[in-house]
């Protein structure tokens, strides 16, 4: 399967930079995908295609971080509006709209979706009760310049951030506190948790290290020919992806750090990028306002890519219709 060349799936239909993106647990009706941008649209797409369903509209204002809660019944969204929303992913409606002070970067679900994190440039953390939406939100303070990514973790017990004060702290929901803390060299621009908890995925400047997630160790950590913005541990641990400054698509080794293959395929920065929750592909988000899809094994038959006698062929996603707007 070597000799067969990448073919990443391009999803249409934003009109500025992509810079998050979210997949869904595998559920019954496959997986699925959200994707934040500078243009105010967040969309959902299914996961394995990248077809697109549908765009949540009423953000007035670029959208940084999006999410989607394991079931991919709800949906969330946090925007330079200084609005965390929260909406039905099935019908498309808005349930909850929580006003903050500042552009909102970063929001999540806890495992049971009654819990709602966000995180802002006031450089507070706040956690919403769904079901009490009216309440006032659980709130922590420490962080000294604006939070970049809110994670549930540790079984929701405790919570996970970043932030442009180049520390990454651990909060203890219970008491409130701050728990732990590491400092980086530099803003560490992109944090995901391990798909089995235990490993956290760190990139800041040109490195991507990994991390225990109990007692925040170092496990390992390795240098990439660019500025990274973006990683992503697969599901088995046996590979990462990661992408950044140079519009390269970079895949290595976990326990080596062995280059094993890099693409081209964006025309700008890459922004984000994830594995898919089987592990079968990752997705990626650019300054060219795309999500590209791409095969963790090369020329096997998944989603819209066909093997066809040795080729792998792919089909277009589907894309939202343009919307024709009449000269005044």
Not at 94 to 105: G, L, P, T, W, Y
Not at 136 to 164: E, K, M, N, Q, Y
Not at 220 to 226: A, G, H, K, L, Y
Not at 308 to 319: C, F, K, L, Q
Request: aromatic share 10%; hydrophobic share 35%.
């Amino acid at each position: 399967m070597a000799n067969l060349r990448q073919t990443p799936l391009t999803c249409s239909g934003h009109t500025r930079p992509v810079v998050h993106l979210a997949f869904s647990d595998v559920t019954d009706c496959g997986y699925f995908l959200i994707s934040a941008c500078k243009d105010g649209k967040p969309m959902l797409r299914q996961g394995d295609t990248g077809d697109w369903i549908g765009t949540f509209e009423g953000h007035k204002g670029a959208v940084w971080g999006v999410a989607l809660n394991p079931q991919a019944s709800k949906a969330a969204t946090g925007a330079a509006d200084f609005n965390a929303k929260v909406w039905d992913a099935v019908s498309g409606e808005e349930v909850h709209s929580f006003q903050h002070n500042h552009i909102v970067k970063s929001v999540n679900f806890s495992s049971d979706s009654v819990l709602f994190a966000t995180g802002s440039n006031e450089k507070l953390v706040r956690i919403f009760d769904l079901n009490k939406p009216e309440a006032s939100p659980t709130v922590f303070a420490g962080h000294t310049s604006g939070i970049r990514h809110v994670i549930f973790f540790r079984g929701d017990t405790h919570l996970i951030t970043c932030a442009d004060d180049r520390t990454l702290r651990v909060w203890d929901r219970a008491s409130g506190q701050e728990v732990q803390k590491l400092d980086f060299k530099s803003i560490p621009s992109s944090l995901e948790v391990s798909k089995d908890g235990t490993t956290l995925t760190v990139t800041h400047g040109n490195i991507v290290s990994f991390w225990d997630s109990q007692t925040l160790e170092k496990i390992r950590e390795f240098t990439v020919p660019t500025q990274v913005n973006s990683a992503s541990l697969h599901p088995d641990k046996t590979i990462f992806v990661c992408g950044g400054e140079d519009l390269k698509m970079y895949k290595f080794d976990y326990t080596t750090g062995t280059e094993i293959e890099s693409f081209k395929g964006h025309f700008g920065p890459v922004h984000c990028v994830r594995f898919s929750p089987d592990g079968e592909l990752y997705a990626s988000g650019s300054e060219d306002g795309t999500l590209r899809l791409w095969q963790t094994t090369v020329g096997k038959t998944y989603g819209l890519w066909k093997c066809v006698e040795g080729t792998a062929i792919a089909a277009e996603p589907i894309a939202p219709q343009k919307q024709e707007v009449p000269a005044s």
